[in-house]
């Protein structure tokens, strides 16, 4: 005789968890051996569903769509990834074009 199963509780994922991921994985986008500096990010977490928003300076010189869907790319990925929950906006605004700067080793 086997026990029907005890009802599960449920895994919550903070905004601020995500808006770290996003953040993190938005700097890690490989742009060519640069990176893209990440100066602010929102995330809102509604049920299952994320929104992210970060705010960087990309290097220049970029060509700012590809560049910028590479980041919002990871961006979104990662936090889909890590966090389980489905990315329904990852939005990039780009604040600036920064003098360029290498990945570190």
Known sequence: MTAAPAERGRTV?????????AERA??????????????????TV???RADVRV?????YP?????TGER???RMADR?????GLTVRTATVRV???????????
């Open 13 to 21: 994922v903070a905004d601020r968890a995500v808006r770290r991921i």
């Open 26 to 43: 938005a700097a890690e986008a490989d742009l060519g051996g640069r990176r893209a500096r990440v100066t602010d990010g929102t995330a």
């Open 46 to 48: 509604q049920g299952g």
């Open 55 to 59: 705010d960087v300076l990309l290097p």
């Open 62 to 66: 970029a060509a700012l769509g590809e």
């Open 71 to 73: 980041v919002r790319g």
């Open 79 to 83: 936090v889909a990834e890590l966090s």
């Open 95 to 105: 604040q600036a074009l920064a003098a360029d700067r290498a990945a570190p080793p």
